[in-house]
């Protein structure tokens, strides 16, 4: 079962690494997404991380379903509040019996999870605050 959790205190990502290891894996792959200082021409001051939790739960639950299916593992925890720069804000870890899936997997949850999951970042920096990142738009 997919391990998945929202929290406002700091990502232990060798924790979360753990518990993706298991002998029938040969091949995890994590990501871990951090707070920039520059996002284009404006400097970020601190990040800040709202969320629909119980609904978020629930749609990150729907993007472990496949892997997990598959015979995979999934760990994703994503940070909520203020975070500044250089704080871990997500890690998404998969592991399979081989490398590609677990590749796929991860690429495939971090994509759908910036389209899909309730969750919102306010960026603070030296001009203001504003929704989002550099562009509506942006999903990279």
Do not use: S
Request: some cysteine; aromatic content about 8%.
């Amino acid at each position: 079962m997919a391990f998945i959790k929202l929290q406002t205190e700091p990502i232990d990502v060798a924790a979360c690494y753990a518990r993706l290891k298991a002998p029938q894996y040969g091949g995890i792959v994590t990501f871990c997404g951090t707070v920039r200082e520059w996002t284009g021409p404006l400097q970020t001051t601190y990040i800040e991380y709202t969320a629909y939790e119980d609904m978020a739960v629930k749609e990150l639950e729907k993007l472990a379903a496949p892997v997990e299916a598959a015979g995979g593992q999934v760990v994703i925890v994503h940070r909520l509040g203020p975070l500044a720069i250089e704080d871990e804000a997500v890690f998404i870890g998969v592991a399979t019996a081989h490398r590609g899936a677990a590749f796929d997997g991860c690429r495939q949850i971090i994509d759908q999870l910036k389209v899909n999951v309730p969750i919102w970042k306010k960026e603070i920096n030296h001009n203001g605050q504003r929704w989002g990142g550099e562009m509506a738009n942006e999903r990279a």
